[in-house]
């Protein structure tokens, strides 16, 4: 994750890329706070989302509960190990934590 001013990048990495999803976009669960703003990784890699959330959603995302990818009706909820905010180290955007 990556801190940018007032907004916050979550980069996340798949086991393997995503299908082409004709309208669905990917959407990040966290707790109740859900974000839909994600572009590919960099180089336009399909095994790597990026979420772009602002700051205050954010905060208010728990750290102890697991992260959830769901594009259209694909998600990670039956995966046997789901990834959880208090696992990632936020630094900002000149690298510093």
């Known amino acids: ?11 996340l990495a798949l086991d393997r890329p995503l299908p082409p999803m004709s309208g669905a976009r990917p959407q990040l669960q966290v707790g ?18 990026v979420f772009t959330v602002d700051a205050a959603q954010f905060q ?3 750290v102890d509960v697991p992260i959830v990818i769901k594009v259209g009706p ?4 039956t995966a046997a190990l789901q990834p959880r905010l208090a696992d990632v180290v936020v630094t900002d955007a000149e690298g510093g934590q």
């Open 32 to 49: 109740d706070e859900v974000a839909s703003h994600s572009r590919a990784g960099d180089g336009g890699r399909l095994d790597r989302l």
């Open 1 to 11: 994750m990556q801190r940018r001013g007032d907004v916050v990048e979550i980069e």
């Open 74 to 77: 694909i998600s990670n909820m």
């Open 60 to 62: 208010r995302m728990p």
